[in-house]
């Protein structure tokens, strides 16, 4: 359990505004860090959190006007030089950022990131900086850090880089670390190890953390106080459990209640279906050839999938959880026929699908449309959104061009986008609004199964809670199956009817979701569940008198 253990004033924001252009993106907020504490700031995209972290350290961009004070160790951060700022900056505060791929060089090894500031700030040899670099990857749990300090970044896993990116922000023993959303993107059990690692040096190095989130569960099971931030105001703060246990500001509770295990979801209307399944995957194996390996060999074949059964009925919403590389992921690509299976089979309606061939295959992937995990991504950059909805229907011939732009002004409406943006690009719209274009799209051609790959993992609370109303309601009015894919085992339990757990490229756990959650029997299921960050699970273990919260 997290302590705080000082009330010594070691951050001291006042007054702090700053605009781009006459633009204003942080409007006048005013907080502090206590020494030895983890502040947690929340508020959805767009509220300034980001952008606030950045100030600290001096790191906007040179449009921006900033005015206040930032009061650190008796100084004024907004008045000092550049040069001042650099003594400053890695040595006394530190920042880990959300993506660590964006943020380490790809030509430098993990150690030469942690090596880089123990040279500059305290002018050691290479071979001082290298033993001690060793030291600090060992702190932060990197097995075999004698090995890993020459890995580079893309040799890593993504929880390994943002451990060493911890490593390098923490190695000159900083008095603040900026983390600014360090585990959005990561499985729940290394999002876990990541917590536990900054409630660790928290408690033995009296490191204060200002920790940016959206996830008000990890926030409970972490921080001391709470910053609730909105349009570049702050509009709450106090203790953590008095914050999420009583909230005042009706944006907090807003957040509070959108928390995918406090959501409600009204009941979908399911019609009498045949006890036949609508697809069915038997004993499938994908492998496929790893890159440079010598043909033939063991070392030639990586295994995506060993012998998965399982069946989804018309009608029900599939869950499908694990970790990054189960092979989640690679069933979706299977039944949609974007990999083909080296074993195995997979049936629809009782055909099997490798078997379709022309006219034949073009009316299966009508019926069976996906939504891919980054809607910007899979969306057209030079494209209007309308003509992005209008386009399957084209290229299907199931409607002229002028049918298709109606019909895509119908979907728009069904998925609650503004018929203003019609003739915006992706660029125009965040990334909830994409998420939308992307459902449209598919539901464009009326397909029987919709498969979900990851469609809330990087939105906000709220725009997910909505995300899943959405879907929950698209389920009933047109009767979809819905194979859903996700890490957060927290909106899964809320949405999907049954659930399928993979590890390792095999199916471990298959049951309702009911018996998954409550009564798990695999222990790989059970450390999953462990592992994910609950609100009221955290707000359980510490009583209102409580100074903070943390994992156990």
Same mark, same amino acid.
């Given at each position: ?23 204003? /993106? ?17 508020? *959805? ?13 001096? !790191? ?88 890993? /300090? ?58 204060? /953390? ?26 709450? *703060? ?12 009706? #944006? ?35 492998? #496929? ?28 919403? !599939? ?12 069933? %979706? ?30 009316? #299966? ?50 998925? *609650? ?26 539901? %464009? ?38 194979? #859903? ?52 699970? %955290? ?14």
């Amino acid at each position: 359990m997290i302590t705080a253990k000082s009330k010594q004033r070691l951050l001291d924001v006042e007054k702090l505004s700053i605009a781009f252009g006459n633009v204003p /993106i942080v409007k006048d907020i005013s907080f502090g860090v206590d020494a030895g504490e983890i502040l947690g700031v929340v508020g *959805e995209s767009g509220s300034g959190k980001s952008i606030t972290c950045r100030s600290l350290l001096g !790191l906007l961009p040179r449009a921006a006007s900033v005015s206040g004070r930032i009061g650190f160790d008796g100084k004024n951060l907004l008045a000092l030089s550049g040069e001042e700022m650099r003594a400053i900056r890695g040595r006394d505060i530190s920042m880990v950022f959300q993506n660590p791929a964006s943020h380490l060089d790809p030509l430098m090894t993990l150690g030469g990131h942690v090596m880089e500031s123990l040279r500059h700030h305290f002018g050691q040899t290479r071979k001082e900086a290298r033993q001690n670099a060793i030291d600090v990857l060992r702190e932060v749990q990197i097995n075999e850090p004698e090995r890993r /300090i020459d890995a580079y970044p893309h040799e890593l896993s993504g929880g390994m880089k943002q451990r060493g990116m911890i490593g390098s922000a923490t190695a000159c023993r900083p008095r603040l670390l900026l983390a600014d959303e360090p585990t959005t993107a990561l499985d729940v059990t290394v999002q876990a190890r990541i917590l536990d690692l900054l409630g660790e040096l928290n408690r033995t190095q009296g490191l204060s /953390i200002v920790f940016v989130s959206h996830d008000l569960a990890v926030v409970a099971e972490l921080c001391h106080r709470v910053v609730v931030m909105r349009n570049g105001e702050i509009v709450e *703060e106090g203790p953590a459990n008095e914050i999420l246990r009583s909230p005042r500001h009706k #944006y907090t509770k807003l957040l509070i209640d959108s928390q995918p295990s406090l959501l409600t979801l009204p009941p979908v209307a399911r019609e009498e279906q045949a006890k036949t399944p609508l697809i069915e995957v038997d004993a499938l194996s994908i492998t #496929y050839s790893k890159p440079g390996a010598l043909p033939g060999t063991r070392k030639d074949v990586v295994r995506a999938l060993q012998e998965a059964n399982l069946t989804v009925e018309a009608g029900e919403s !599939l869950g499908i959880v694990g970790e990054s590389g189960s092979g989640k992921s690679t069933v %979706a690509r299977a039944i949609m026929r974007l990999a083909e299976p080296s074993g195995g089979e997979i049936r629809f309606r009782g055909r099997n699908i490798a078997a379709l061939k022309g006219t034949e295959l073009s009316e #299966y992937r009508r019926k069976v449309q996906m939504v891919f995990q980054n809607p910007f991504d899979s969306l057209n950059p030079r494209m209007r959104i309308i003509d992005a909805i209008a386009e399957p229907m084209i290229r299907h011939g199931l409607a002229t061009r002028n049918e298709a732009l109606g019909r895509a002004r119908e979907l728009m409406r069904q998925v *609650e986008l503004p018929l203003e943006f019609a003739d915006r690009k992706p660029r125009q719209l965040s990334g909830g609004q994409c998420q939308r274009v992307g459902i449209a799209r598919a539901l %464009a051609l009326d397909p029987e199964v919709l498969i979900a790959d990851e469609v809330t993992s990087a939105l906000d609370v709220t725009i997910q809670a909505q995300i899943l109303r959405l879907l929950q309601r698209l389920r009933s009015e047109r009767h979809l199956t819905v194979i #859903y894919i996700s890490h957060d085992l927290s909106v899964v339990r809320k949405f999907c009817d049954r659930i399928a757990v993979f590890r390792a490229a095999k199916l471990v756990e298959l049951g309702s979701a009911e018996a998954v959650f409550d009564r798990p029997k695999e222990s790989y299921t059970k450390l999953l569940l462990q592992s994910a960050p609950r609100l009221e699970r %955290a707000l359980e273990r510490t009583g209102a008198s409580d100074a903070g919260h943390g994992r156990d």
